[in-house]
């Protein structure tokens, strides 16, 4: 399918990063976690077929995304602006708690392994609401 591509062409992607602006590399990688999302959120919601491989590279490169996303070096004073809300700066530990628990429930379903749409669904949700709170406190 396309997500292995898709995977593929975003690691090649993500060493780049090292050497970009804060404000580039964190707006990188959410749309990065953007396109991951848009594949797995219609396999959950039964709009696509489920297929386990698939899911699983996708669980995968989401996990990466999600290890990558390093609160200290991507929100440090200074870097305000792009898509991050002003909260973010006015609350820096409860953007880390947020993103620690979304990094923790993305590396429990990959460690899930889903085989079944109704395994990925129970696995996948706790990631996917994550992502909704997390942008109505801290996106612009």
């Not at 804060?22 to 489920?50: T, V, W």
């Not at 990558?68 to 809300?85: F, M, R």
């Not at 429930?105 to 996917?128: E, I, N, W």
């Amino acid at each position: 399918m396309r997500l292995p591509a898709l995977a593929a062409s975003l690691a090649c992607l993500t060493p780049t990063l090292v050497h970009a602006n804060p404000i580039d590399e964190r707006q990188s990688l959410m749309k990065e976690r953007g396109q991951i999302m848009r594949a797995l959120g219609p396999i959950a919601q039964g709009r696509e077929p489920f297929d386990a491989a698939t899911v699983m590279d996708a669980l995968e490169a989401l996990n990466r995304n999600a290890q990558a996303h390093d609160v200290a070096a991507l929100y440090p004073a200074g870097s305000e602006g792009g898509d991050a809300a002003a909260a973010i700066w006015q609350d820096l530990d409860g953007l880390r708690a947020a993103d620690d628990k979304y990094k923790d429930d993305v590396a429990a379903a990959f460690a899930a392994a889903p085989q079944d749409l109704d395994a990925f669904r129970v696995a996948f949700g706790p990631a996917a609401q994550n992502c909704g709170a997390c942008h109505e406190l801290y996106r612009d």
